[in-house]
């Protein structure tokens, strides 16, 4: 027993000392070394990983009858699960063959398997190949076959994210939330990260925009108006978000909640004339509306940083200030 625990030590050892050697040799732009120890690898152990990276040196080397030869023989070993159809058409597609490559990967779609995790492995198989487009479709013949089960709204709008199709990306979230509003904290989180991670005022008008057309066509729909201001004010686009929330307010009867708040925010943010506003519409409420005196509060105190965040300033101006403050606090 412990000469075979020893003999099995020392094939893992040679294992990972030959694994190691063939990355080294596949990074370092040596594919002829690295397709040949890939596939020992490979032949040894089966694997997604040895597969993809015999495959890849392969296509580097242009040796596409290697690797069609290759794919074809473990579509019959189906020794790993894999969508080779689209392997096959993405290898025809470099070979040049675009016609081949272009049936392949239709067929692909076509006989895709009625589930999601078939959905789920041809989309991968495609998105990993760069095959944005027809992923796209695979998602779309899913939501075909799964006839409403599951739409695959979350899948389709990370997708035309990657792709900078924000339009398309939108129309998939306000669909998904049109037919179920608790995937609400889902898309706010991952328009956040958007903002987060993509400076780009294109893709923050489209997604306004969307959300304004969205709201206008849905008025009953609280939902998207919701949305519209969160959004506005995530982007600290405030005078889209002060009559947004001036709208809700009234709908809601929110006894200007919101848009005392959100005064507040654009104060912090040194967006005075809109925060000065949102104040005078608390203010405009009446005396008796319990937000009235900080209202009246805040609006000075946004007047004088005003004043402030000039260059210069007339001493009347301050004067009528203090005067207005006491008058208040009187």
Same mark, same amino acid.
């Given at each position: 027993?412990?000469?075979?625990?020893?003999?099995?030590?020392?094939?893992?050892?040679? $294992?990972?000392?030959?694994?190691? &050697?063939?990355?080294?040799?596949?990074?370092?732009?040596?594919?002829?070394?690295?397709?040949?120890? #890939?596939?020992?690898?490979? @032949?040894?152990?089966?694997?997604?990983?040895?597969?993809?990276? =015999?495959?890849?040196?392969?296509?580097?080397?242009?040796?596409?009858?290697?690797?069609?030869?290759?794919?074809?023989?473990?579509?019959?070993?189906?020794?790993?699960?894999?969508?080779?159809?689209?392997?096959?058409?993405? !290898?025809?597609?470099?070979?040049?063959?675009?016609?081949?490559?272009?049936?392949?990967?239709? %067929?692909?779609?076509?006989?895709?398997?009625?589930?999601?995790?078939?959905?789920?492995?041809?989309?991968?198989?495609?998105?990993?190949?760069?095959? #944005?487009?027809?992923?796209?479709?695979?998602?779309?013949?899913?939501?075909?076959?799964?006839?409403?089960? #599951?739409?695959?709204?979350?899948?389709?709008?990370?997708?035309?994210?990657?792709?900078? %199709?924000?339009?398309?990306?939108?129309?998939?979230?306000?669909?998904?939330?049109?037919?179920?509003?608790?995937?609400?904290?889902?898309?706010?989180?991952?328009?956040?990260?958007? !903002?987060?991670?993509?400076?780009?005022?294109?893709?923050?008008? !489209?997604?306004?925009?969307?959300?304004?057309?969205?709201?206008?066509?849905?008025?009953? $729909?609280?939902?998207?108006?919701?949305? *519209?201001?969160?959004?506005?004010?995530?982007?600290?686009?405030?005078?889209?978000?002060?009559?947004?929330?001036?709208? *809700?307010?009234?709908?809601?009867?929110?006894?200007?909640?919101?848009?005392?708040?959100?005064?507040?925010?654009?104060?912090?943010?040194?967006?005075?004339?809109?925060?000065?506003?949102?104040? %005078?519409?608390?203010?405009?409420?009446?005396?008796?509306? =319990? *937000?009235?005196?900080? @209202?009246?509060?805040?609006?000075?105190?946004?007047?004088? %940083?005003?004043?402030?965040?000039?260059?210069?300033?007339?001493?009347?101006?301050? &004067?009528?200030?203090?005067?207005?403050?006491?008058?208040? *606090?009187?």
């Amino acid at each position: 027993m412990l000469i075979c625990h020893c003999n099995t030590g020392i094939l893992h050892a040679q $294992n990972d000392s030959k694994q190691k &050697l063939a990355l080294q040799y596949f990074q370092e732009g040596a594919f002829e070394k690295s397709a040949q120890l #890939y596939e020992e690898l490979y @032949a040894e152990r089966p694997n997604e990983y040895f597969y993809r990276y =015999y495959i890849n040196s392969l296509l580097e080397l242009k040796d596409y009858k290697t690797a069609e030869r290759f794919i074809k023989e473990e579509q019959k070993r189906k020794r790993i699960r894999k969508n080779f159809t689209v392997e096959l058409a993405y !290898i025809y597609l470099q070979e040049g063959n675009i016609k081949k490559s272009e049936r392949f990967f239709e %067929n692909a779609i076509n006989e895709v398997e009625a589930t999601r995790q078939g959905v789920y492995e041809l989309t991968n198989a495609l998105i990993i190949r760069g095959q #944005y487009d027809y992923a796209i479709l695979a998602y779309q013949k899913g939501r075909k076959l799964l006839n409403g089960s #599951y739409n695959f709204h979350i899948e389709l709008a990370g997708l035309y994210q990657t792709m900078r %199709n924000y339009s398309a990306m939108m129309d998939e979230y306000l669909t998904m939330l049109e037919a179920d509003e608790a995937h609400l904290e889902t898309v706010e989180v991952r328009l956040q990260h958007l !903002i987060n991670v993509v400076d780009d005022e294109e893709c923050k008008s !489209i997604i306004r925009d969307k959300l304004i057309e969205k709201a206008q066509k849905n008025p009953k $729909n609280l939902i998207f108006s919701e949305m *519209l201001l969160w959004y506005t004010i995530q982007i600290k686009d405030f005078p889209i978000a002060l009559v947004q929330a001036k709208a *809700l307010d009234k709908r809601t009867d929110d006894k200007g909640e919101r848009v005392y708040e959100l005064g507040v925010l654009a104060a912090s943010n040194d967006f005075f004339d809109e925060a000065i506003d949102a104040f %005078n519409y608390v203010i405009a409420l009446g005396p008796e509306n =319990y *937000l009235h005196l900080n @209202a009246q509060i805040k609006l000075l105190e946004t007047k004088y %940083n005003l004043l402030e965040h000039r260059d210069g300033f007339d001493k009347k101006e301050l &004067l009528q200030l203090e005067k207005e403050y006491n008058h208040v *606090l009187g």
